[in-house]
């Protein structure tokens, strides 16, 4: 009896860990992977349009998806996967050492993310243009949201080009946190914090803040504010006078309103951004490519390179891959280029 109960409990168990593993999704995007996992081998070109007359000249499309961190981004059943400003930096590299890329495409979809993170990427574009001597045209897509730090990134481009239901703009530096000390004195808790200084543990949640503390906090935000109008005025010169605080408080634009105000210069699609690659590198035709990890197959330009597992070198195994929007998952304490009103 106790051996039958005890296998049935455990079975119980069993049961609802595999139930609790496949609900996941319903509270946090996760996409499953079911197949043959690569190793981490270098980069394969593909072709993902291609057009009469193109001989070797290509276009490439580089990705920018997902919240912009200095970090790996989460990969397969829970492990690493990879690092998105190395991922981007060796796409660059690869168009910049290949004579038959003639430009580049940068498809950004991202509400933006840390500070130092969307600057490392805005560099690694300033650094591809010095590299190619510009000769080789760099087009911001911007897709669903390219807001924040994924607009900053954006001025890096010779040209911009939107959708009408672009979510841009979003000019601005957040840094979050809470107070806590409140509740937990209700409930008779009380922090015992010794700091080196008055200013140590400002924005703990554990304490209210001071209003120096706030003070040196906000110094920090506008240093970087300051920085990010900076970059779009460098970008975007033919903004108004009269209408760049606007522009720069911190709101969303749609691509249509990003137009009329200046942050764009075109509204289009992949085939806008793939003509007008082709017109400012002088090229009649070309052929539309993508970059992406062996064994990972991308059919159209609309895909984008399905991550793959981050193994070693060893031979290709069956695995689960379950992958986390990084988005839906806590960001490390910081200052943040970032839209995320669920944040706020």
Request: charged letters at 15%.
């Amino acid at each position: 009896m106790l051996r039958n109960n005890f296998y049935n409990n455990s079975l119980i168990c069993i049961t609802l860990l595999a139930v609790a593993i496949f609900l996941i999704p319903a509270c946090s995007p996760m996409t499953f992977v079911v197949g043959l996992g690569p190793s981490q081998k270098e980069l394969e070109t593909q072709i993902v349009q291609a057009e009469p007359n193109a001989q070797k000249r290509e276009v490439a499309i580089i990705d920018v998806s997902g919240v912009i961190i200095n970090a790996n981004q989460p990969g397969p059943l829970f492990t690493e996967g990879e690092h998105p400003i190395s991922l981007f930096r060796e796409k660059l590299e690869k168009a910049a050492a290949d004579p038959n890329v003639r430009a580049v495409i940068l498809r950004i979809n991202s509400p933006g993310g840390g500070v130092t993170a969307s600057d490392a990427m805005y560099r690694e574009v300033q650094r591809f243009k010095q590299i190619t001597q510009d000769t080789k045209p760099v087009i911001a897509l911007m897709m669903d949201v390219a807001a924040s730090g994924g607009y900053y990134l954006a001025c890096a481009s010779d040209e911009i080009i939107a959708y009408p239901t672009t979510v841009t703009g979003s000019i601005g530096v957040i840094f979050q946190t809470l107070s806590v000390e409140p509740a937990l004195s209700r409930i008779g808790i009380q922090s015992n914090t010794i700091t080196s200084g008055p200013n140590k543990a400002a924005g703990s949640p554990l304490q209210s803040m001071t209003q120096n503390q706030r003070e040196v906090l906000q110094k920090m935000v506008d240093n970087f504010y300051a920085r990010f109008t900076s970059v779009v005025r460098n970008a975007r010169p033919n903004i108004p006078a009269n209408k760049f605080q606007q522009v720069t408080d911190g709101r969303v634009f749609s691509g249509d309103q990003a137009l009329e105000l200046g942050l764009v210069d075109h509204l289009g699609d992949i085939q806008t951004a793939f003509n007008r690659a082709k017109s400012l590198a002088h090229i009649p035709a070309a052929n539309l490519t993508i970059y992406h990890r062996p064994l990972s197959y991308v059919p159209t330009p609309y895909a984008q390179a399905p991550i793959n597992p981050n193994q070693s070198n060893a031979a290709p195994a069956f695995n689960v891959s379950a992958s986390f929007n990084p988005s839906s998952l806590k960001l490390p304490t910081g200052f943040y280029y970032l839209w995320s009103p669920a944040l706020h």
